[in-house]
C-alpha cells in the first residue's frame, strides 16, 4: 500500500477562505514548477508519514478548532489520498486540494471527497489566487463556483 509523507504541517487561515484550515504539505511533487515556493517537497523521500492513525490523532488534537483539512498536493498517489480524505469526511470537516493540474486531470475518485480545490500550475508571470491575472481557480465542489474573488484584497 503507497503511503503520502509530508514536510510540514501548520494550521492556516488564508489557503482556504473563511476556514480554519490544518494544512499538510505533502511530499513526492512530479510538477516541479518554475518558481515553486515550495521545493522541499519535491522529494518523495522527504518527511514524515501521514497516516490514517497520525491523521486521526492531529484531528482528535485539533477538534472544535479547525474547520477543514487541507492537503498541498498528493494527488499523484490517488487511493492514499482517498483514505485520509475519507477519514476527513469521516468527522464532518470540510476538505481541500491544492494541486497543479487542473480539475479534469485529477483522478475522478477524489472529486467526491473534496469541498474545495485549487488548480493551475504556478506561472510566475501570472501569480497567484490573489492576482487578477492567474491561471489558478479557487473552486468550492459543492457549488462548481471559482472562488477566486475572495483572495483578491
Not at 55 to 70: E, M, N, P
Request: net charge neutral.
Amino acid at each position: 500500500m503507497c503511503q503520502l509523507k509530508f514536510v510540514s504541517e501548520s494550521v492556516v487561515f488564508q489557503e482556504v477562505p473563511n476556514e480554519v484550515s490544518l494544512a499538510f504539505l505533502i511530499s513526492g511533487c512530479p510538477l516541479g514548477c518554475k518558481g515553486c515556493h515550495s521545493r522541499e517537497s519535491w522529494n518523495g523521500q522527504n518527511g514524515k508519514t501521514l497516516s490514517v492513525e497520525y491523521l486521526k490523532q492531529r484531528l482528535a488534537c485539533y477538534q472544535g478548532l479547525i474547520t477543514c483539512v487541507l492537503f498541498m498536493g498528493g494527488e499523484w498517489q490517488p487511493d492514499a489520498l482517498v483514505e485520509l480524505l475519507a477519514t476527513v469526511q469521516q468527522t464532518g470537516l470540510k476538505s481541500g486540494l491544492y494541486t497543479g493540474l487542473e480539475k479534469e486531470e485529477l483522478p475522478p475518485n477524489l472529486l467526491p471527497f473534496l469541498t474545495y480545490l485549487k488548480t493551475g500550475r504556478w506561472i510566475p508571470e501570472r501569480g497567484g489566487l490573489n492576482s487578477l491575472t492567474t491561471n489558478q481557480r479557487f473552486i468550492d465542489l459543492r457549488t462548481g463556483d471559482i472562488l477566486n474573488h475572495l483572495f483578491i484584497k
